[in-house]
């Protein structure tokens, strides 16, 4: 396996362990899911960097996903996370800002339906990394 794949399988774990601590964060009810999500795009600099992290993982997804059992699933999530930050780069920080201060309140009122399946998406995509290892034999 290349540098490039193992840097891909290290995003790749990374953003599954976020979205099963992200998931139990929000199903312990705690207030502190609410002031994490809120503050993504509050400063310009939180807002880069959340794009820089977007597009790693997305290109983690792309890259790894021919080592997985389902490469199309990771494929397609990658893409989505791609365009989806490419089209928020095209938009201010700050209209960022007023659609993350409309949509988190929101979304918030689906805690316990996020937090499910944030926990079950990051332990099918570790499930997945596990299965095409077994399959692959390394």
Do not use: K, N
């Amino acid at each position: 396996m290349s540098l490039l794949h193992l840097a891909a399988l290290a995003g790749v774990l990374g953003a599954s362990t976020y979205l099963i601590m992200l998931g139990g964060l929000a199903l312990s009810g705690s207030a502190r899911v609410a002031s994490f999500l809120m503050g993504f795009a509050s400063s310009p600099a939180l807002h880069y960097l959340e794009l820089a992290i977007r597009m790693l993982v997305g290109g983690s997804l792309v890259t790894y996903a021919s080592f997985t059992c389902h490469a199309w699933v990771f494929r397609g999530a990658g893409w989505i996370v791609i365009g989806t930050t490419v089209v928020l780069l095209c938009v201010p920080w700050q209209l960022h800002r007023r659609f993350a201060q409309w949509s988190v309140p929101q979304a918030l009122q689906y805690r316990s339906l996020i937090g499910l399946c944030s926990v079950l998406g990051g332990l099918a995509a570790l499930l997945s990394v596990a299965c095409g290892a077994i399959d692959s034999g390394t």
